[in-house]
């Protein structure tokens, strides 16, 4: 079976302002909601938005950022996944 953009979802998404990480839960058809780390989303130095590129290595800023935000995605992961 072939990747059908169509049914890739994206559930809940939040940004890293300063350092333009991504973090998404996502979900494929009908499948488990997944959490996705990157890409990121710089912004132009003349305003706008580059092109995203992968996460990459995280930097101090980024697991700050990721530990102040963790339990909100941690709850909105627990309300999306079927326990098994």
């Known amino acids: 079976m072939a990747f059908d ?19 998404s839960i996502n979900q494929y058809d009908k499948g488990q909601p997944k959490l ?3 890409p990121r989303i710089l912004n132009k ?4 938005q580059r ?6 290595r995280l930097t101090m800023e980024d ?3 990721l530990y102040d935000n963790i ?14």
Request: hydrophobic residues 35%; proline residues 6%.
């Open 5 to 23: 953009p169509d049914k890739d979802k994206v559930l809940k998404a939040w940004k890293c302002e300063e350092t333009g990480l991504i973090v």
């Open 51 to 56: 092109t995203p590129v992968k996460a990459g």
């Open 63 to 65: 697991i700050m950022w």
């Open 36 to 38: 996705q780390i990157g």
């Open 71 to 84: 339990d909100e995605i941690k709850d909105e992961m627990a309300a999306r996944v079927n326990p098994e």
């Open 45 to 48: 130095k003349e305003g706008g």
